[in-house]
């Protein structure tokens, strides 16, 4: 979806660096969140904002941070990578006023590879 | 806890009709959704039924809710190699804060 975008798309790093994800949005949604998807497993929530002073963690928040800059911006970092955070991870949003509650829309996804 | 099982793979012959199964544990599911993830996208909505109707159908995809047996059921008619992704069945309350997701079906399309 356009109105979801992330950078980088690719990313190969080494165990041990601090990497950022980042995420914008322009369908001017309050809720975003971070999945991390990996083979077999589906996705599984690891941070979610329902607005800019609003930061929950979701089921696999360790290792990771967290920053809603701005309504349209939700960062993901790795403070420390190591290989078994190596998976594709996705933004997404969604509208608790929609006529679906939760509805979500999710960015195009990056893949990270931590050596 | 909350859960939501799908089988992992499903092939078809092109031009049969696709049925892909979920069922999902929580009994208070307000909304189950349909997405698809084509290679190298993100996922995108394909439908959505509201826990209180028990069929939607929208040209070639039809979801059958069994709230009862806690069954939803995704039938692509005509299957095209198009429809060729991976489908992720999910399930929300109202109440809830997130989604809740399977772990994806790969439908395969053979010739």
């Known amino acids: 979806d356009a109105d979801v975008t992330q950078t980088p798309r690719n990313r190969i790093t080494k165990t041990g660096k601090r990497i950022m994800l980042e995420c914008s949005q322009t369908k001017g949604h309050d809720r975003m969140y971070w999945y991390r998807q990996d083979p077999g497993l589906g996705l599984r929530l690891i941070y979610y904002s329902f607005d800019v002073k609003d930061i929950n963690k979701g089921e696999i928040s360790d290792g990771y941070s967290v920053s809603r800059q701005a309504q349209a911006k939700f960062s993901l970092s790795l403070e420390s990578a190591i290989p078994n955070q190596t998976a594709l991870y996705f933004c997404?949003?969604?509208?608790?006023?929609?006529?679906?509650?939760?509805?979500?829309?999710f960015g195009p996804g990056t893949r990270l590879t931590v050596l | 806890g909350e859960d939501v099982e799908q089988s992992l793979f499903l092939s078809v012959r092109e031009g049969d009709s696709s049925v892909i199964n979920c069922t999902y544990t929580?009994?208070?599911?307000?909304?189950l959704y349909w997405y698809k993830q084509e290679p190298g996208a993100g996922l995108q909505l394909l439908t959505y039924i509201f826990s209180n109707m028990d069929m939607k159908q929208d040209q070639r995809l039809t979801v059958l809710l069994n709230k009862k047996d806690k069954h939803l059921s995704l039938r692509i008619a005509d299957t095209q190699t198009g429809d060729s992704a991976i489908y992720f069945c999910a399930e929300s309350h109202s109440s809830a804060s997130k989604i809740i997701f399977g772990s994806g079906t790969r439908l395969s399309i053979r010739p």
């Open positions: 929580d009994s208070s599911s307000t909304y």
């Open positions: 997404a949003t969604s509208d608790p006023t929609g006529p679906s509650t939760d509805t979500q829309y």
